[in-house]
T-cell receptor, first 113, second 115 residues
């Protein structure tokens, strides 16, 4: 992967509302799209991922959607809670290619009480 | 299961000095990564090891950065001499294998400040 754009850079929501973070990529060979959550002072942690043969994946309150034609994918968090406050990074990679991940620039999510 | 260990957690040095970071990956993980994370940016891969061999070091500034994983387990990353722009968090990660869709487990990072 060469380039991943991530928006917004900051996002503030009220507790219980939904949050959506969007990423676009440029490499047509990309086939793996993980999302990482990074809390203050810690390393990133994988929260959900999606492969190119799937359009949507859900795990409890989080879901990811992928549009390969448009080359964009999104993270959806429903019923947000204060502990969801963190920096979220999208990434993309190509298995069988370079096998490395290219990360987006991050979204600072703040869930307000 | 123990996670990825890194030390030190923080380091402050003056420009032109040398510094070294250490990483111990999760036991049994063949692949080890070093990333540089500048404030406000996503992690950028510096080097990827598969066991004790280098898979990708295309973004490693080789005139000042070096890394090794001699026995295929723990690894060190060195900067000599450091520049102001090297101030960042250096993250180590490991995965079972080196495929892009293998989950990467990150350590807490070493925050480097170059004055």
């Amino acid at each position: 992967g060469e380039n991943v754009e991530q928006h917004p850079s900051t996002l503030s929501v009220q507790e219980g509302d939904s949050a959506v973070i969007k990423c676009t990529y440029s490499d047509s060979a990309s086939n793996y799209f993980p999302w990482y959550k990074q809390e203050l002072g810690k390393g990133p942690q994988l929260i959900i991922d999606i492969r190119s043969n799937v359009g949507e994946k859900k795990d409890q309150r989080i879901a990811v959607t992928l549009n390969k034609t448009a080359k964009h994918f999104s993270l959806h968090i429903t019923e947000t809670q204060p502990e969801d406050s963190a920096v979220y990074f999208c990434a993309e990679g190509a298995t069988g290619g370079g096998n490395k991940l290219t990360f987006g620039t991050g979204t600072q999510l703040k869930v307000e009480l | 299961e123990a996670g990825v260990a890194q030390s030190p957690r923080y380091k402050i040095i003056e420009k032109r000095q040398s510094v070294a970071f250490w990483c111990n990956p999760i036991s049994g993980h063949a692949t080890l990564y070093w990333y540089q994370q500048i404030l406000g940016q996503g992690p950028k891969l510096l080097i990827q090891f598969q066991n004790n061999g280098v898979v990708d070091d295309s973004q490693l500034p080789k005139d000042r950065f070096s890394a090794e994983r001699l026995k295929g387990v723990d690894s060190t990353l060195k900067i000599q001499p450091a520049k102001l722009e090297d101030s960042a968090v250096y993250l180590c990660a490991s995965s079972l294998e080196g495929l892009a869709n293998n989950e990467q487990f990150f350590g807490p990072g070493t925050r480097l400040t170059v004055l």
